[in-house]
Nanobody, 127 residues
């Protein structure tokens, strides 16, 4: 497993932007797929975005065109740039890591593929 620490959440007005960061430590970061999930009050945790070790990206339909996931392996960090924020984006955002051995083809969208999780960072969007 890797240790993950998120940062960058906060209170922002609708239409604004935030950049979330997730710093990873403990294992070989470059061999992991990384993802962001979120959980709104009273709702189940849901997939937001993922990035493979080869920088392929995957997004939930609800965030396509507004969210961008990226990674800097040199800094062992993954980012989530969030633009055009909406009140329905209000949630705790979690960073997650999934080990990806050569040839592994598990889903990037399923939270059960991820074995390391951060503590979460709160994003609140006011209307």
């Amino acid at each position: 497993q890797v240790q993950l620490v998120e940062s960058g959440g906060g209170l922002v007005q609708a239409g604004g932007s935030l950049r979330l960061s997730c710093a990873a430590s403990g294992r070989t970061f470059s061999s992991y797929a990384m993802a962001w999930f979120r959980q709104a009050p009273g709702k189940e945790r849901e997939f937001v975005a993922a990035i493979s070790w080869s920088d392929s990206t995957y997004y939930a339909d609800s965030v396509k065109g507004r969210f961008t996931i990226s990674r800097r392996s040199v800094k062992n960090t993954v980012y989530l740039q969030i633009n055009s924020l909406k009140p329905e984006d209000t949630a705790v955002y979690y960073c997650a890591a999934s080990p990806r051995p050569a040839g592994y083809s598990g889903s990037y969208y399923d939270e059960y593929e991820y074995d390391s999780w951060g503590q979460g960072t709160q994003v609140t969007v006011s209307s």
